[in-house]
């Protein structure tokens, strides 16, 4: 498998990985599709030897990934006439890598190694996607482009087909986790499905953060050329959450249960009428006229006091 895939050049070694990627899916099977023996149209993959098959196609299609980044990231130095070429050959091949992703993400048996090195392949690719979008964008001063046709051919492709299958992939791991753990060896297995989530607690974080960055170079390029990239991608909601309480156990039946006074938060607009009607007497607030009338009171005595003083005086002269 190594040999047939490192001997053949662009686009012929993906073209063949994503033939070994279908026959994988047929042998570990998907939601569709019961797993079987052996493979009828490539017999080297079977039941037996899949993992090993599975290993050696990630490895290649890794050293793609890398081979993307690394041209990606030369390209800026590269003038418009060499670029466009470039440009088409690399958006065609990561077109055709996202493919081969996107089928081999729809596998559900995968063991815990295997399904951590694609979910790390994932976050590479996605890295790679951003570096793509971002390279598009012209710098500040420049006359934007139009977007090529092979990259807005990656970008369809990217969000109906990889990002739903990747959504996907990371819920069936998350429910792979909530598996009850049997009696014999349950100790070992216990830890072993912490480190998992361990791991997976630092992978899915990352995978989220280098979709969204991919995502926010598109609104950006899309803002800038006028073409919504966006368009017919399925947006998932995996990132959202709700929390649902029972009615039998909302934070009012507690408080009523547990013998602790109710305090009521709302005030009732309607209290003052309803004590008036009952003939209770409600204070009365004293106002600023009241404190006025209280200062000319206090005023008027102590002339009266001074004029009294006077009068003392005269008679005792």
């Known amino acids: 498998v190594g040999i047939s895939l490192g001997l053949q050049v662009h686009p012929m070694d993906l073209d063949t990985a994503d ?38 196609v990630l490895k290649h299609l890794e050293g793609v990934v890398e081979d993307g980044a690394w041209v990606l990231s030369s390209m800026c130095t590269l003038s418009g006439a060499c670029r466009v070429p470039l440009e088409d050959m690399i958006f065609g091949r990561m077109e055709s890598l996202t493919r081969t992703m996107a089928t081999l993400l729809r596998i559900q048996n995968f063991d815990g190694v295997v399904s951590e090195i694609i979910l790390k392949l994932v976050v590479r690719l996605y890295h790679v996607l951003a570096l793509a979008a971002r390279g598009c964008l012209a710098p500040k001063g420049v006359k934007q482009a139009t977007v090529s046709r092979r990259f807005h051919a990656l970008v369809g492709t ?115 009428i309803m004590g008036k009607r009952a003939g209770t007497q409600q204070p009365e607030e004293e106002g600023p006229e009241d404190d006025e009338d209280a200062e000319e009171e206090n005023q008027e005595e102590e002339n009266q006091e001074e004029e009294a003083e006077e009068e003392e005086e005269e008679v005792e002269e």
């Not at 047929?26 to 023996?37: A, F, I, L, R, S």
């Not at 216990?190 to 997976?200: P, V």
């Open 19 to 56: 033939m070994f990627v279908q026959e994988i899916v047929e042998v570990m099977g998907d939601e569709n599709n019961e797993p079987t023996d052996w493979s009828e149209t490539i017999p080297v993959v079977g039941e037996k030897t899949v993992r090993a098959v599975v290993s050696v």
């Open 158 to 272: 990217v969000g109906q087909k990889l990002t739903p299958n990747m959504y996907e992939f990371i819920r069936l791991l998350q429910q792979a986790d909530d598996v009850d753990v049997d009696d014999d060896q349950g100790d070992m297995r216990k830890k072993s499905s912490t480190a998992k989530i361990k791991r997976e607690g630092r992978n899915i974080p990352n995978l989220v953060f280098q979709v969204e960055d991919y995502e926010k170079y598109l609104i950006l390029l899309g803002k800038a050329t006028g073409i919504n990239l966006l368009a017919g991608a399925k947006r998932s909601t995996a990132r959202d959450f709700k929390l649902s309480i029972p009615k039998n156990h909302s934070s009012h039946h507690n408080i009523r249960n547990s013998g602790l006074p109710q305090v009521n938060t709302v005030s009732d607009p309607g209290s003052s």
